[in-house]
């Protein structure tokens, strides 16, 4: 009984020219993105032994745009529109922090009723997000009416943002000092209707989607991020709270009025892939009884913005202020010399972080589950590269 | 910005339009004609109608409608009129039209959409024309270091497998291109092949997402292989033939057979799905996992080819399954014996059985083939690991459970001896 070893060097002596296999050899690289339809606007390059991910390495970068030296020639009231493009679909939520700062730098009182509308504003902003963040979650695991259902209903929300800014998605309406403009007549009655329809479309949603075996089967257990692991990555939003921390800024450090509502912060204890697709649909009927509260408490007249210079300025002095966007905590971190331009903007947002949590996730997973567990993480490549 | 030439001139455009017609016409008249006339007078025509077929009378027969019945009645019973026409590819071919279409408003008004709309005017009938035509003026690009001969044969090969398996299958009585005893065996023999043709293609791109997808289609499809011919088995059991029409004029006999081996049916419904490559079994081609499976470096009419030929083989595989559980063209007779018609007779062409036949096994092809389309609107995607656990798992042990159902109900006597159509 010969050994492999003794027929390779038979082999050998014959004069065959046979190489033994490697591991390398086993491995397949594949580049996922940034032309793969699975991917957006990244890149990661990923290594497969058989249907096993065996490596992957994220390769952010693609649709970087300087946003923050950008802040620094401009003063800062014209830093709001651009500072709104990482997340066109979010961008009351990522210009809302960048104006809480603003505000703490120049001492700026906001108005109630135009901190109650700004707060309004963000959250209809979160729903369309998390629709369209849906929609894409749908399609990448095959569901084509996922897919177009909540992107249809994505659009009576921008038809509800329109009426109230004047804009569909790039709204530039949170600015510092309050809002742009009062709310329109008959907005609340036009939005209430809206919440009572989009509840009844958020229950179809669920038989559809997510009480479907087939998905239930495609994403329970699979890619499980721990409860401390969660923490050690610094993962945020709906992910960190997918892996058992109850953690939402709206809670944790109350800003505006947050303090005023009464809502409850949606967690899972699972962590898994299903958790993280779970728990942005959690948030969407929570945001929906946040907007019918916003509606109610409102005063219902008086300023909504504050009386600003002409080129607001502060004293000198550092700040950090952040919000809970559709995709985790958003913060921004700015020094002001004491002239109109800020000296430095930092931009801390939540994509980032979930993204450095793709590689440890997707190893060992299976390359068909690495669509789902790429989108669950709430990643958004532009708002990640600025 | 114009997308014209610069020097466009719309005078011009259609003075050379007339000028093509023009010699268009002049080149048929003096050259066309005369040569047409040359072939008739030589060729030997058959004798239809008692009457041997002259140039002068072929001319009469066109000019009269009455006079063509003759011809049209005596093409309708050569094999070029099965094999092209009716059973044939060009029926099969509407029939894939029509189901691309009816899928994409179907799946649009499942999903709160429109869908095709524009082309053709009445809901964008004329939707399929438009993709076709694109399809065709499209470049087909060949990746560098690809084995061009079977990158050019794939598609064709696709096309023709799923031409030949239509051809096996009867339609109507007496309408069947190849009526062989051993019909459904030459079924699966000619299904084995298209995993075969899906590795090749996805080789010979020499590509890695078709790679993957190609061995994605061979272990699907090899995995539901065996269900499905199991639960055909138990029909062949019940019926005592091989032979289609056979199966058909057993289940006239008796009742159709979903109504004795409905988990049979059911397990021939998914692996059907598997064998199309369907959603939920759509992995071969996940779009989002491997971007477009083993058609990634199809382009222009090579994935034309390649998606007739699953739309002609989803009308196969259903038309199969009308054949095998829903009793073929069995129907009650709507159809009444004679017809008469103004002005031009088609009395002669007139079988009331076989449009009988064909008006049924067309409603019930196309019941079971929107059966199919509805998972589309319905389901994600299956994981591979999930999907060959079902195949080799669960599918296999369901067929048995009907195998066993069957050969209760004829060793129990309790259908006929050896099968329902031994007498």
């Known amino acids: ?386 | 910005m114009a997308t014209y030439p610069q020097n466009f001139r719309f005078g011009e455009f259609v003075g050379s339009l007339i000028w093509l017609i023009f010699w268009i016409l002049v080149i048929v008249t003096l050259v066309g004609l005369p040569l047409i006339f040359i072939i008739l007078f030589y060729v030997p025509l058959p004798p239809v109608g008692g009457q041997v077929l002259t140039p002068y009378l072929f001319l009469t027969m066109v000019v009269d409608p009455s006079r063509t019945m003759p011809i049209i009645q005596h093409l309708m019973t050569t094999d070029l009129f099965r094999v092209a026409m009716f059973p044939g590819f060009t029926y099969a071919a509407l029939i894939a039209a029509v189901t691309i279409f009816v899928e994409r408003k179907f799946l649009a008004k499942m999903q709160l959409r429109v869908g095709p709309l524009y082309a053709g005017k009445i809901e964008g009938i004329l939707q399929l024309i438009a993709d076709g035509l694109k399809l065709i003026a499209k470049e087909i690009i060949i990746p560098s270091g690809a084995d061009k001969p079977m990158f050019w044969a794939a598609p064709i090969m696709f096309v023709a497998t799923a031409a030949a398996v239509v051809a096996l299958i009867p339609a109507a009585p007496g309408y069947v291109v190849a009526d062989v005893d051993v019909g459904l065996l030459a079924v699966f023999a000619i299904l084995g092949f298209f995993p075969l043709i899906a590795l090749l293609f996805s080789w010979a791109s020499n590509s890695k997402y078709p790679f993957i997808g190609g061995l994605r289609a061979l272990h699907q499809m090899i995995a539901f292989e065996i269900p499905f011919i199991l639960s055909a088995l138990s029909v062949v059991i019940l019926s005592g033939t091989l032979n289609l029409t056979g199966i058909v004029e057993s289940q006239i006999q008796s009742y159709w057979f979903i109504f004795f081996l409905p988990i049979s049916a059911f397990v021939f419904y998914i692996s059907s799905l598997a064998e199309l490559e369907r959603i939920p079994f759509d992995l071969p081609e996940a779009e989002s996992e491997i971007v477009a499976g083993w058609l990634t470096e199809t382009s222009g009419m090579i994935y034309g080819l390649l998606q007739l030929g699953s739309y002609v083989k989803t009308y196969a595989l259903a038309a199969l399954f009308v054949v095998l559980f829903l009793g073929g063209w069995a129907g009650p007779m709507v159809f009444p014996p004679q017809v008469q018609t103004p002005l031009i007779n088609i009395a002669p062409l007139y079988d009331q059985q076989a449009a009988n036949g064909t008006l049924w096994f067309t409603l019930k092809t196309f019941g079971v083939i929107m059966l199919m389309l509805l998972p589309r609107g319905i389901s994600p995607r299956i994981r591979i690991d999930i999907l060959l656990h079902t195949g080799w798992y669960k599918m296999i042990v369901l067929s048995f459970i009907n195998i066993f159902v069957a050969l209760a109900l004829i060793y129990g006597n309790i259908l006929g001896p050896g099968g329902l159509l031994v007498r």
């Open chain 1, 1 to 386: 009984m010969t050994s492999l070893e003794d027929k390779f060097e038979e082999s050998k002596k014959l004069g065959l020219q046979i190489v033994r296999e490697s591991e390398e050899d086993r491995l397949m690289t594949l580049s996922v993105g940034p032309q793969h339809p699975g991917s957006g606007h990244f890149r990661f390059t990923i290594k497969v032994d058989g249907d096993y991910i065996v490596y992957c390495d994220p390769d952010p970068g693609y649709v970087h745009r300087g946003e923050e030296k950008m802040c620094e020639y401009r003063n800062v009231i014209q830093n709001i529109p651009h500072l709104e493009r990482p997340v066109i679909h979010d961008s009351s939520n990522i210009t809302y922090s960048y104006s809480l700062a603003i505000e703490e730098l120049a001492g700026i009182e906001v108005p109630r009723r135009g901190q109650y509308i700004r707060a309004l504003a963000s959250e209809l902003n979160r729903q369309v997000y998390t629709l369209y963040w849906l929609a894409i979650y749908g399609i990448f695991l095959g569901h084509s009416t996922m897919f177009m259902w909540p992107t249809g209903d994505r659009e009576l929300f921008i038809d509800l943002l329109e009426a109230l800014t004047g804009a569909r998605v790039t709204h530039a309406f949170n600015i510092p000092g309050g809002v742009r403009n009062d709310i329109p007549d008959g907005f609340k009655e036009r939005c209430l209707r809206q919440m009572r329809y989009f509840q009844k479309r958020l229950k179809e949603y669920e038989d559809i989607f997510y009480n479907m075996p087939l998905f239930r089967q495609r994403t329970e257990g699979v890619a499980v991020l721990s409860k401390e692991d969660a923490v050690k990555l610094g993962v945020a939003g709906s992910v960190v709270r997918a892996s058992g921390v109850p953690y939402d800024i709206r809670k944790a450090e109350p800003y505006d009025i947050y303090n005023e509502i009464d809502f409850k912060v949606q967690y899972m204890k699972t962590g898994d892939c299903f958790a993280r697709s779970y728990v942005p649909f959690l948030d969407m009927q929570e945001s929906c009884h946040i907007i019918e509260q916003l509606l109610d408490k409102m005063p219902q007249s008086g300023e909504v913005r504050a009386k600003l210079q002409p080129n607001p300025k502060g004293p000198p002095g550092e700040t950090y202020r952040r919000v809970e966007s559709g995709r985790g905590a958003l913060g921004y971190y700015i020094v002001s010399d004491g002239t109109p331009k800020p000296y430095r903007v930092k931009i801390s947002v939540g994509s980032f972080r979930n993204m450095l949590a793709l590689p440890y996730l997707l190893v060992g997973q299976k390359l068909a589950d690495m669509p789902a567990v790429y989108w669950s993480l709430n990643y958004w490549p532009v708002e990640a590269d600025r």
